[in-house]
């Protein structure tokens, strides 16, 4: 009866181990493979790296991306992260935060704010 006790806190955590770690991963891992495999032309994808893509062809474990208009690059299906719904898009022309506004500058030098006075 004494083994038996000193064995129960080490099934118990392998038991924790699995259904906290193992068992999430796996189902992770078969998500993605579920993902890559209902790959088509014309989705757009992100890969592992963060590259930005749309599959041209799925050819067995091989994928064709065309990274921009007439570049295409081959990839392994491992390699695409997540498929890219329009609204997860990089947004390319957002603006700048530092700019100053041509308004706020009119602005100054109506009220004489401006630096450069003369005398």
């Known amino acids: 009866m004494g083994s038996l006790g000193s064995i129960l806190p080490l099934v ?49 474990e091989d994928v064709i991306l065309e990274v921009a208009p007439g570049i295409e690059t081959r990839w392994v299906k491992a390699a695409i992260g997540r498929v890219v719904t329009p609204g997860d898009a990089p947004v390319e022309d957002e603006p700048v935060a530092d700019e100053v506004k041509t308004e706020d500058v009119k602005d100054e030098t109506k009220n004489g704010d401006s630096s450069t006075k003369q005398s």
Do not use: C, H
């Open 12 to 60: 118990l955590l392998v038991v924790v181990f699995y259904f906290l770690l193992i068992r999430p991963q796996r189902k992770r891992q078969q998500e993605a493979v579920k993902m890559q495999n209902s790959l088509t032309p014309g989705t757009r994808v992100m890969t592992t790296t963060g590259l930005f893509a749309t599959v041209v062809t799925v050819d067995n």
